[in-house]
């Protein structure tokens, strides 16, 4: 018997196959059982008939539980009407072989609480929305690659144990290191800036740590970044780079993950939308924007959140309201050079401001790359090293680097879960990564 994958079942029409997976949900209907079965590639609706098999066939068919384990054989039928994903397709059950049968499953069709999920996550994944969305995921990861590696990036994994910090001292998680003190890793980015004087354009791509201590919808504990580093490259240059690659991470969603954005109930509309360029203000016009905005709003508490000053950081609802005004990521460039890190390059003549940008999602969705110049002058980088009250021995290396054939560099870094829950238009960035981590959350 073939055994085929819900995925290929479309170029087995006709045919006799057997599938193996898991009962997803099923209706019964007098003489007529339809279970949907998925088996990690799909969903597709398997009919059981009592015409068409033995009264011991029916019955076993009949007691299968909800996330029982099982082996289906049957002849494909398309039907337009058959549900499932991808859909158009159903199995004319001719025998059932259960596996394991399934006693309470959990996770019923019913509503459930956000908390009871993810306390079983290890079981919510199965669910239908879970189940798109970290396929989402895994098309973004795999686009992000393509991306690069085709346009002549080096894929260089960079330390997850480090001795210093790179995104500020509030943040890290300390471990101990046979009686040092070290950090996970915050990003990749200090070792990228070593490795483009060796190999031009590089890129890290993997989990980074950030003990972040407040609940926030787009903040995890450990999320996984892509960071490319560019020699030779200025800010404008990185901008052009960056609506490029977005551009080409959503397409690529849209193309491959169409019935899985549908399932997610997506408006791909607006994601159609997303080709460059993509507007550039600076952070500047953005304040302005943002006082005007302010001005105008009507409802109190929203005037309260929308409050800002010149030289302040911008929190959520300040990236949404100016979002608002764009249909497609916008890039606010020149934040006060106190808000960043300390390694970006000064504006020229405006100390104040750095060569950094950062890319908001439309929607509301905020900050998915934080991106910058950064200072190639040995002894700006000393002194920004001072100023931001850091120890000068951990990054010996890092300042050695502009003592050796120095030059105008470029990077950025893309948060993967911001980025697919932009995509898969999802509330809060915990669904967009197989086994989240949160302030209050470090289990399953
Ligand atoms: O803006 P960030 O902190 O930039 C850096 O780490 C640079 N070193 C990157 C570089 O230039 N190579 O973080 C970059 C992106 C953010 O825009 C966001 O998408 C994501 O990483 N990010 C988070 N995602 C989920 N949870 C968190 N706690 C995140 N912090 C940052
Ligand atoms: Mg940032």
């Not at 003990?211 to 240059?237: G, N």
Request: proline letters at 6%; one cysteine or more; charged letters at 25%.
């Amino acid at each position: 018997m073939n055994n085929v994958s819900i995925e290929y079942l479309s170029s087995h029409i006709g045919e006799e196959v057997s599938l193996n997976g898991w009962l997803y949900n099923r209706t019964d209907k007098g003489k007529l059982q339809f279970l949907q079965v998925r088996d990690g590639t799909g969903i597709v609706q398997c009919v059981v008939f009592a015409k068409d098999v033995s009264e011991t066939l029916f019955a076993e068919a009949a007691g299968v539980t909800q996330e029982s384990s099982l082996v289906v054989t049957g002849t494909v039928r398309a039907d337009p009407r058959a549900p499932g994903v991808p859909g158009g397709i159903e199995i004319g059950v001719t025998e059932v072989r259960v596996v394991q049968l399934a006693q309470d499953y959990p996770i019923t069709p019913k509503e459930h609480g956000v908390e009871f999920l993810l306390d079983r996550r290890h079981l919510w994944i199965r669910s239908s929305k879970q189940w798109a969305m970290l396929r989402v995921r895994a098309t973004v990861m795999r686009a992000i690659r393509e991306w690069l590696d085709s346009h002549g990036y080096l894929e260089l994994s960079t330390p997850i144990l480090t001795p210093a910090a790179a995104e500020g001292t509030q943040t890290l998680f300390e471990v101990d290191y046979f009686g040092e003190n070290a950090f996970l890793a915050q990003t990749g980015q200090l070792y990228n800036e070593a490795n483009i004087a060796a190999f031009g354009k590089v890129y890290c791509f993997g989990p980074t740590f950030r003990a972040e201590k407040s609940k926030t919808r787009r903040h995890l504990t450990e999320f996984w970044m892509v960071e490319p580093e560019i020699a030779f490259c200025d800010l404008d240059q990185l901008l052009e780079v960056e609506e490029q690659f977005v551009s080409h991470i959503v397409h690529t969603a849209l193309r491959e993950r169409a019935p899985e954005l549908k399932m997610l109930e997506r408006d791909t509309a607006s994601l159609e939308k997303i080709v460059p360029p993509f507007p550039r203000i600076s952070y500047d016009e953005a304040v302005e924007r943002l006082k005007n905005l302010q001005a105008e709003a009507t409802d109190p508490e929203q005037k309260e959140l929308l409050k800002i000053e010149w030289g302040m950081d911008f929190g959520s609802p300040h990236e949404t309201a100016l979002t608002q005004q764009f249909d497609k990521p916008v890039f606010v460039y020149g934040y006060p050079t106190a808000v960043k890190a300390f390694y970006m390059e000064p504006w020229p003549g405006r100390p104040e401001v750095c060569k950094s940008a950062d890319l908001l999602a439309p929607e509301g969705y905020g900050e998915i790359i934080g991106g910058s110049e950064r200072i190639a002058d040995v002894d700006v980088l000393i002194r920004r090293i001072h100023e931001h009250g850091l120890p000068m021995e951990p990054y010996q290396w890092y300042v050695e680097l502009r003592r050796f054939g120095t030059q105008p560099h470029s990077g950025f870094g893309l948060g993967v879960e911001r980025t697919v829950a932009w995509i898969c238009g999802t509330e809060h960035i915990r669904e967009t990564t197989p086994f989240p981590r949160l302030i209050n959350r470090n289990y399953p």
